[in-house]
């Protein structure tokens, strides 16, 4: 790879990580967009494991060895969303507070339980695209090693 690349490819995840943030946070004005923003991390996360390799990319962010628990919390964020207004006798989905009621604020971000179900969405799709990538940059490794090691023999 490209001596560019391997230096940049690193240092796009912070920007791709504010940039989701601020999707899942505009959403909150228009619409929530957990899906983009976790795609857009995931690209970010897959431009380091294709420049940088599996091993090395996991060595910079340990982080992303913790996808798989990712995916877990994102679905069980989603699906408590989904079902909290069942127990108020609500259908599923009905996100709170409603229409004309008092909305909690965390400085402009309004705080609905859509901005809950909007990060479980995030979560599962940044994270099962980092487990895809994971997976995949391992397999073009090993293959390019076992033909590394066919042509030296």
Do not use: C, N, W
């Amino acid at each position: 790879m490209s001596v560019i690349l391997e230096v940049i490819a690193p240092r796009v995840l912070a920007p791709a990580l504010a940039i989701g943030v601020a999707l899942i946070v505009k959403g909150y004005a228009d619409v929530g967009d957990g899906f983009s923003a976790g795609v857009i991390v995931g690209l970010a996360v897959g431009l380091s494991y294709i420049t940088l390799g599996p091993e090395r990319t996991e060595r910079r962010f340990p982080l992303l060895r913790r996808a798989p628990a990712g995916i877990v919390v994102g679905l069980l964020l989603a699906l408590a969303d989904a079902f909290f207004a069942v127990l108020g006798g609500e259908p599923p989905l009905t996100h709170e507070p409603g229409p004309g009621a008092g909305v909690v604020t965390f400085g402009h971000l309004e705080l609905l339980t859509a901005v809950l179900f909007d990060v479980g969405v995030f979560l599962i799709v940044a994270s099962g695209l980092v487990v895809v990538l994971h997976h995949l940059s391992s397999l073009v490794q090993a293959q390019e090693e076992g033909g590394a090691q066919e042509e030296g023999a």
